[in-house]
């Protein structure tokens, strides 16, 4: 990117000018006499009230070197390389599956996840899990929108509703008794977090205990054994989406618990869950997050698979599916702009509870509110507004039996995918592995073994460009999605002023991005095919 251009940024933003739209909710180009009404009505709410807690040390390197508005006096563009890395680099999470025995028995070689925010806080989460009562792990990416509650609370919690979904009767009925008997509980999740990982430790009782009832009603079913791995994921996102819009219309003395509960159904998320045990990889998918599988075909070359469909304005099935749910005379005021209602991006989230009550109980659960307005909800009923709920939470599932062939699982936000296309990201992801393997050091050296041969080994390693590739795969796909130019190629000045965009400005180029890379272990794979022929 030029400094023409750095500057053509700065003095469009000065001026007013929209530039490349990347907001996917309440973005709407409005006229100005209006733009006070709409801000007032999705602004963005913070995710805890004031005093709860502190989001301070959560991305704070990026942080020291963004601009806080484009009115700045002395405003630049410019960061070191060894700056970019850091604000890249913030949000990096890694994990190895650990061998059994000495052997991996787990499919699930290992991940690497990375978050870059473009709102503040960012409104984006993500989760990963493996389960201790059940097989397998799991893998969540949650883009939130009109503020981080939403995302905040189904990142906390969706992974336990499919635990618990999938637990056998005597699993539930142990852990139901240990409660009772105010025993310890046998833990379900083991938990892969980043270090700034927040949770809402105020309401963790009472989504406990939710968690509880939700267990109850699958104890009171009849069915033996527990239900199918989609219907257990079907299930847990429409509870849970239940759960969300119980809990704050619920007498609630406690203020704080009540604020969370408003926050929460007030905002939304889209989720995309992945699902892995041995072979079996299933993925859950609510709204416009996407799931590909990266596939090294017998031929040398890579091949992509998509395992979601984006639940948007432009997806026929979407269009056809919400034409059946609503009377004939509302065809044409469903998606306006392409949007749902004129309004949201996604069609499918949890939360957004003003697309789902009637205007009758949004009157009377923000009626019945303190302080409503000092955390940013309004009620608004859009124009056409007439057979609720418009929005559903109930997640596609994909079912994919995994090969040896099967390299790589790549979940994100959109953010990611309105940068990258599909085949781009799995060509990134597969030249990343490439120049890895050239990088780890070689067994056979010559002898005898010199400074002066060292220092050359050094040399050609240098010379690759190799000692600065992001071990991180999920950077790599962020520095790719941020700084690339239009021949593909990571552009530094770009990069830097993708990074040092203001508040004011950035959502304007970009959103927040959330990716995690799932590796397989082709071995374990070939394994299983090999022991069940």
């Known amino acids: 990117m030029s400094r023409t251009v750095s500057s053509w940024i700065l003095s469009s ?7 490349q739209g990347k907001g996917r909710l309440y973005s709407i180009c409005i006229p100005n006499k209006s ?22 040390n959560t991305f704070s390197l990026k942080k020291a070197f963004r601009h806080t508005s484009t009115e700045e006096e002395h405003f630049s563009f410019q960061l070191s390389p060894s700056q970019i890395n850091d604000i890249l680099r913030a949000g990096e999470l890694s994990h190895k599956i650990l061998a059994l025995n000495g052997k991996n028995a787990s499919s699930v070689l290992r991940f690497e996840s990375n978050q870059l925010a473009s709102n503040t806080p960012i409104e984006d989460r993500r989760s ?3 389960c201790l009562q059940t097989r397998g792990m799991m893998f969540g990416v949650f883009d939130g929108h009109a503020g981080s509650a939403c995302a905040q609370a189904v990142s906390e ?32 999740l083991q938990w892969h977090k980043h270090p700034n990982d927040v949770e809402y430790r105020e309401i963790t009782s009472q989504y406990f205990e939710n968690l509880r009832v939700y267990w109850q009603h699958l104890l009171d079913l009849d069915s033996e054994p527990g239900l199918s791995l989609e219907e257990a994921m079907i299930c847990a996102f429409k509870r849970l989406d239940s759960d969300i819009s119980l809990e704050v219309q619920a007498p609630q003395e406690n203020e704080l618990m009540r604020n969370i509960a408003l926050q929460v159904a007030f905002s939304g998320a889209t989720a995309c869950v992945a699902h892995i045990d041995g072979v079996h990889l299933h993925v859950a998918n609510t709204g416009d997050c996407r799931a590909i599988l990266g596939v090294h075909e017998e031929d040398g070359t890579w091949s992509t698979l998509p395992l979601t469909r984006d639940h948007n304005a432009f997806d026929e099935f979407e269009i056809r599916r919400l034409k059946r749910e609503h009377p004939k005379s509302e065809e044409k005021t469903l998606f306006v ?3 749902l209602l004129g309004i949201l991006m996604p069609s499918r989230a949890f939360g957004d509870v003003q697309l789902k ?9 923000l009626e019945n509110s303190s302080d409503v307005e000092a955390l940013n909800i309004y009620q608004y009923v859009p124009p056409n507004y007439h057979t609720p709920p418009y929005l559903t939470a109930e997640p ?7 090969r040896s062939k099967d390299k790589f699982l790549v979940i994100a936000s959109d953010g990611l995918w309105e940068m990258l296309s599909n085949e781009k990201v799995v060509k990134l992801v597969a030249g990343h592995i490439t120049e890895l393997n050239m990088q780890k050091p070689q067994l056979a050296f010559e002898k005898p073994v010199n400074l002066g041969y060292m220092h050359s080994l050094l040399l050609q390693r240098k010379n690759r460009g190799i000692a600065s590739l992001d071990q991180n795969i999920a950077t790599h796909l962020i520095r790719h999605a941020v700084g690339s130019n239009e021949y593909g190629e990571v552009d530094q000045e770009k990069l830097a002023a993708m990074l040092t965009l203001p508040e004011d400005l950035a959502r304007m180029y970009r ?23």
């Open 13 to 19: 933003a000065r001026n007013s000018i929209i530039l």
């Open 35 to 56: 733009k006070l009404r709409w801000k007032l009505v999705f602004s963005k709410t913070p995710l805890y009230p004031a005093g709860s807690y502190s989001l301070d």
């Open 128 to 130: 990963a899990a493996t």
């Open 157 to 188: 919690r969706l992974l336990h509703y499919i635990a618990v979904s999938l637990m056998s009767r005597q699993t539930l009925e142990e852990i139901e008794l240990a409660v009772e008997c105010m025993k310890p509980v046998l833990p379900i």
């Open 337 to 339: 702009n392409d949007r």
């Open 357 to 365: 009550w009637s205007k009758e109980l949004q009157h009377s659960v």
């Open 396 to 402: 596609e599932v994909t079912y994919h039996k995994l």
């Open 511 to 533: 959103d927040d991005i959330t990716v995690t890379v799932v590796y397989f272990n082709s071995e374990t794979i070939e394994n299983y095919y090999r022991n069940n022929e």
